[in-house]
C-alpha cells in the first residue's frame, strides 16, 4: 500500500512538469503564428499605412471610421445575405437528403452516400473553375441547357441579378456534403428506441421527425449548423474565383473587401481593420459554439 | 400501408437520384471536356462522340509546369502535416488527460482553428517580405500550421478521450514513466484517429488558397494558385483548364475512396463531439 502510494506520488510529480513538455512546442508554436501576427495587425490597424507611402502616423479609430462609413455596410450585408442563404439551403438539403438514407430498408443507400459525399475534400479552386465554364455565358453548357427549355441565355456571374444566386448554387453543390456527413452520423449515433416507442404509439412519419427526431437532433444541428456559419462567414476562395466580388459589389465579402483593400489599394491599416472586426464576429460566434457543445 | 411505403420508397429513390445526379454530372462534363480537342471543345450544342486525345493534358503537364506546382503542394501539405501531428499530439494528450493550461487552452485553440484567414496573412504579408520568407516553402509551411495545428489538436483530444484511462493508470502502476504511456499506450490505441487526423490535415493544406496566393511566388506556387491563374486564359484553352481541374481534383477523390470509413470517425466524433 506503502509502495503504491509513494509510487503514485512520484509518477504524480513527475506528470506534473511533464505535461508542460508535452504542451510547450504547440503553445510555442501557436503563440509565434498566430498571437505574435495577430496582435502585430491589431496594431497596424490603428496605424496609417498605405505600402506605397510607407508607415504613417498612428491614426487612432480613423481606418475603422473610414471603413464603416465606406463600404463595410455595404460588404456586411452580402456576406449576411450569402452566410444565410448557404447556410441554410445546405442545411435542408443535406438534412432531407440525411433523413432519406438514414431509412431502415433502403436498396443503394451505400451507392447514394459514396456519390453524395464526394465533394467533401474537393479543392473549392477547382470545383469554382469548373462552375465557371459551366457557367460561362457564351461557351458554357448550362446556357445550351436551359435554351433547350427554351429560356434566353443568362449572364450568371456577370448578372448583377443573378451573380449571387450563381454563388450561393455552387457554394451549397460545394459544401452540402460536408453537413450531409455530420447529420447523417448525427442520425446514426441517435438512439432507436424513442423512435420505435413512438411508431407503436401510432405517430405518423411527420410526427415522428417534429417531436421525437428533431428533439433529439437538436445538439448535432445547432453544432453543425455553427460550424459551417464560421466557414461560411470567412469564404473567401469561390468568390475570388467566381466573381471577384462584382459584379460592381454584388457579391463583395467581408473577406473579400478586406483583401481588396490591402492588396489592390494597398491600405494595410484599413485591411487591418476590416479584418479585425470579421475576427470579432468569429470569435463571438465560436465562444458561442464552444458554449452548445458543452451544454451537451 | 404497404402502398404507402411503396410511394415514399419510390420518392426517396426519385430525390436521392437527381441529387446524386447534380453531383456527378459537373464532373462527367470536366472529365470528357479534358480529352476532347480544341475545335470540339467550343462546340455548342457539344458534341457526345468525338476522338479522345491527351493533347490538354500534355499540354498542361509540358508547357504549364503543372509538375512543380503538383511538387510544391505536396512538399508543403506533408511537413505540415508532420509537424502538426508530432506536436500537436502530444499537447493535445496533456490537455486531454491533465487539463494543462486550465480551461482556457482548449477554447484558445478552437477559436484559433476558426479565426479567418485575412487577418493573418496581412501581418504575414508584412513580416514575411522583412525576413525573407516570401516566396519559400518555409514561409508557406509556417502559415499553414497557423489552421493545421489547432486541428490536429482538437481532433486528437477527441480521439483521445476515448482511450480508457484505466489503461494509463494501469501501465503508471506498472511503473511506465509519462512518455512511456503516451507511446506505448495511448498512441497505438489512438492509431486509427491519428491516421484520420493527418489525412484531413493534408486535405486542409492541399486545398488552401488564400495564404498561397499572396505568400508564394513562381518557385513556390501550389496548386491551387496556379489553376487560380488559368481564369484568365479560359477563353482560349477549355481543354487545359478542364484538364487542370482534373488532375486537382484526382488525389482528393483517391483520399476519399481510401479512407471513407476513417473520414465519418474522424469528421462526426471530431467537429460534432469536440
Same mark, same amino acid.
Given at each position: 500500500?506503502?509502495?503504491?502510494?509513494?509510487?503514485?506520488?512520484?509518477?504524480? $510529480?513527475?506528470?506534473?512538469?511533464?505535461?508542460?513538455?508535452?504542451?510547450?512546442?504547440?503553445?510555442?508554436?501557436?503563440?509565434?503564428?498566430?498571437?505574435? &501576427? #495577430?496582435?502585430? *495587425?491589431?496594431?497596424? *490597424?490603428?496605424?496609417?499605412?498605405?505600402?506605397?507611402?510607407?508607415?504613417?502616423?498612428?491614426?487612432?479609430?480613423?481606418?475603422?471610421? /473610414?471603413?464603416?462609413?465606406?463600404?463595410?455596410?455595404?460588404? /456586411?450585408?452580402?456576406?449576411? $445575405?450569402?452566410?444565410?442563404?448557404?447556410?441554410?439551403?445546405?442545411?435542408?438539403?443535406?438534412?432531407? #437528403?440525411?433523413?432519406?438514407?438514414?431509412?431502415?430498408?433502403?436498396?443503394?443507400?451505400?451507392?447514394?452516400?459514396?456519390?453524395?459525399?464526394?465533394?467533401?475534400?474537393?479543392?473549392?479552386?477547382?470545383?469554382?473553375?469548373?462552375?465557371?465554364?459551366?457557367?460561362?455565358?457564351?461557351?458554357?453548357?448550362?446556357?445550351?441547357?436551359?435554351?433547350?427549355?427554351?429560356?434566353?441565355?443568362?449572364?450568371?456571374?456577370?448578372?448583377?441579378?443573378?451573380?449571387?444566386?450563381?454563388?450561393?448554387?455552387?457554394?451549397?453543390?460545394?459544401?452540402?456534403?460536408?453537413?450531409?456527413?455530420?447529420?447523417?452520423?448525427?442520425?446514426?449515433?441517435?438512439?432507436?428506441?424513442? !423512435?420505435?416507442?413512438?411508431?407503436?404509439?401510432?405517430?405518423?412519419?411527420?410526427?415522428?421527425?417534429?417531436?421525437?427526431?428533431? &428533439?433529439?437532433?437538436?445538439?448535432?444541428?445547432?453544432?453543425?449548423?455553427?460550424?459551417?456559419?464560421?466557414?461560411?462567414?470567412?469564404?473567401?476562395?469561390?468568390?475570388?474565383?467566381?466573381?471577384?466580388? %462584382?459584379?460592381?459589389?454584388?457579391?463583395?465579402?467581408?473577406?473579400?473587401?478586406?483583401?481588396?483593400?490591402?492588396?489592390?489599394?494597398?491600405?494595410? +491599416?484599413?485591411?487591418?481593420?476590416?479584418?479585425?472586426?470579421?475576427?470579432?464576429?468569429?470569435?463571438?460566434?465560436?465562444?458561442?459554439?464552444?458554449?452548445?457543445?458543452?451544454?451537451? | 400501408?404497404?402502398?404507402?411505403?411503396?410511394?415514399? =420508397?419510390?420518392?426517396?429513390?426519385?430525390?436521392?437520384?437527381?441529387?446524386?445526379?447534380?453531383?456527378?454530372?459537373?464532373?462527367?462534363?470536366?472529365?470528357?471536356?479534358?480529352?476532347?480537342?480544341?475545335?470540339?471543345?467550343?462546340?455548342?450544342?457539344?458534341?457526345?462522340?468525338?476522338? &479522345?486525345?491527351?493533347?490538354?493534358?500534355?499540354?498542361?503537364?509540358?508547357?504549364?509546369?503543372?509538375?512543380?506546382?503538383?511538387?510544391?503542394?505536396?512538399?508543403?501539405?506533408? !511537413?505540415?502535416? !508532420?509537424?502538426?501531428?508530432?506536436?500537436?499530439?502530444?499537447?493535445?494528450?496533456?490537455?486531454?488527460?491533465?487539463?494543462?493550461? %486550465?480551461?482556457?487552452?482548449?477554447?484558445?485553440?478552437?477559436?484559433?482553428?476558426?479565426?479567418?484567414?485575412?487577418?493573418?496573412?496581412?501581418?504575414?504579408?508584412?513580416?514575411?517580405?522583412? !525576413?525573407?520568407?516570401?516566396?519559400?516553402?518555409?514561409?508557406?509551411?509556417?502559415?499553414?500550421?497557423?489552421?493545421?495545428?489547432?486541428?490536429?489538436?482538437?481532433?486528437?483530444?477527441?480521439?483521445?478521450?476515448?482511450?480508457?484511462?484505466?489503461?494509463?493508470?494501469?501501465?503508471?502502476?506498472?511503473?511506465?514513466?509519462?512518455?512511456?504511456?503516451?507511446?506505448?499506450?495511448?498512441?497505438?490505441?489512438?492509431?486509427?484517429?491519428? +491516421?484520420?487526423?493527418?489525412?484531413?490535415?493534408?486535405?486542409?493544406?492541399?486545398?488552401?488558397?488564400?495564404?498561397?496566393?499572396?505568400?508564394?511566388? =513562381?518557385?513556390? $506556387?501550389?496548386?491551387?494558385?496556379?489553376? *487560380?491563374?488559368?481564369?484568365?486564359?479560359?477563353?482560349?484553352?477549355?481543354?487545359?483548364?478542364?484538364?487542370?481541374?482534373?488532375?486537382?481534383?484526382? &488525389?482528393?477523390?483517391?483520399?476519399?475512396?481510401?479512407?471513407?470509413?476513417?473520414?465519418?470517425?474522424?469528421?462526426?466524433?471530431?467537429?460534432?463531439?469536440?
Amino acid at each position: 500500500m506503502t509502495v503504491t502510494t509513494t509510487l503514485n506520488h512520484q509518477a504524480g $510529480k513527475r506528470r506534473n512538469w511533464a505535461q508542460y513538455v508535452f504542451l510547450a512546442p504547440t503553445a510555442i508554436v501557436l503563440t509565434l503564428v498566430v498571437a505574435a &501576427p #495577430l496582435l502585430y *495587425s491589431v496594431y497596424l *490597424s490603428f496605424q496609417t499605412y498605405i505600402i506605397t507611402y510607407g508607415m504613417g502616423d498612428f491614426a487612432g479609430f480613423g481606418n475603422y471610421q /473610414s471603413v464603416l462609413a465606406d463600404d463595410f455596410g455595404s460588404v /456586411s450585408w452580402v456576406t449576411l $445575405k450569402l452566410t444565410f442563404l448557404c447556410v441554410t439551403i445546405e442545411f435542408f438539403v443535406a438534412f432531407g #437528403l440525411a433523413l432519406l438514407l438514414n431509412q431502415p430498408h433502403l436498396p443503394g443507400r451505400q451507392f447514394y452516400l459514396i456519390i453524395l459525399l464526394t465533394p467533401i475534400l474537393m479543392t473549392p479552386v477547382a470545383i469554382a473553375l469548373m462552375f465557371r465554364l459551366m457557367f460561362n455565358p457564351s461557351l458554357g453548357i448550362v446556357n445550351w441547357l436551359i435554351g433547350g427549355l427554351g429560356i434566353p441565355p443568362q449572364g450568371w456571374f456577370g448578372d448583377p441579378h443573378l451573380a449571387l444566386g450563381t454563388v450561393v448554387f455552387v457554394d451549397v453543390w460545394t459544401e452540402t456534403s460536408m453537413m450531409l456527413l455530420m447529420l447523417y452520423a448525427g442520425l446514426k449515433s441517435m438512439p432507436m428506441e424513442p !423512435v420505435e416507442a413512438a411508431r407503436i404509439d401510432g405517430a405518423n412519419r411527420f410526427h415522428i421527425l417534429r417531436y421525437v427526431v428533431w &428533439p433529439l437532433m437538436r445538439p448535432v444541428i445547432m453544432v453543425t449548423l455553427l460550424i459551417r456559419m464560421i466557414a461560411a462567414l470567412k469564404s473567401y476562395d469561390l468568390i475570388y474565383m467566381l466573381t471577384q466580388g %462584382g459584379p460592381g459589389k454584388e457579391t463583395e465579402t467581408i473577406s473579400f473587401y478586406a483583401y481588396r483593400l490591402g492588396f489592390r489599394f494597398l491600405d494595410i +491599416g484599413q485591411a487591418a481593420a476590416v479584418s479585425f472586426i470579421l475576427l470579432i464576429v468569429v470569435i463571438a460566434l465560436t465562444l458561442f459554439l464552444l458554449r452548445v457543445m458543452r451544454e451537451n | 400501408m404497404i402502398g404507402e411505403s411503396r410511394w415514399v =420508397q419510390w420518392a426517396s429513390h426519385l430525390i436521392l437520384g437527381t441529387a446524386s445526379a447534380l453531383v456527378l454530372l459537373p464532373l462527367l462534363w470536366v472529365l470528357r471536356t479534358s480529352f476532347v480537342d480544341k475545335v470540339v471543345a467550343y462546340r455548342m450544342p457539344p458534341d457526345l462522340f468525338f476522338t &479522345p486525345t491527351l493533347d490538354n493534358y500534355r499540354a498542361i503537364l509540358l508547357e504549364f509546369d503543372f509538375g512543380t506546382f503538383f511538387l510544391n503542394s505536396l512538399i508543403i501539405a506533408l !511537413v505540415t502535416t !508532420v509537424i502538426a501531428l508530432v506536436i500537436g499530439s502530444l499537447a493535445a494528450y496533456a490537455i486531454d488527460r491533465f487539463r494543462t493550461g %486550465g480551461p482556457v487552452v482548449p477554447v484558445a485553440i478552437l477559436a484559433t482553428q476558426m479565426m479567418p484567414p485575412i487577418v493573418l496573412v496581412i501581418p504575414f504579408f508584412l513580416i514575411f517580405k522583412r !525576413v525573407g520568407l516570401a516566396d519559400t516553402h518555409a514561409g508557406l509551411i509556417i502559415t499553414y500550421l497557423t489552421f493545421n495545428l489547432p486541428y490536429v489538436v482538437w481532433l486528437m483530444m477527441s480521439f483521445f478521450k476515448r482511450v480508457p484511462r484505466e489503461l494509463d493508470e494501469a501501465a503508471l502502476i506498472d511503473g511506465a514513466g509519462f512518455f512511456g504511456v503516451f507511446w506505448h499506450i495511448i498512441l497505438p490505441a489512438a492509431l486509427p484517429g491519428i +491516421g484520420a487526423a493527418g489525412v484531413l490535415s493534408f486535405v486542409l493544406c492541399w486545398n488552401e488558397f488564400l495564404f498561397a496566393l499572396m505568400l508564394s511566388g =513562381q518557385e513556390t $506556387k501550389t496548386l491551387p494558385v496556379a489553376i *487560380s491563374s488559368l481564369v484568365t486564359q479560359q477563353g482560349t484553352a477549355i481543354g487545359a483548364v478542364c484538364a487542370s481541374t482534373v488532375l486537382a481534383i484526382a &488525389p482528393m477523390v483517391i483520399i476519399y475512396f481510401a479512407i471513407r470509413k476513417l473520414l465519418v470517425a474522424g469528421l462526426s466524433l471530431g467537429a460534432v463531439k469536440g
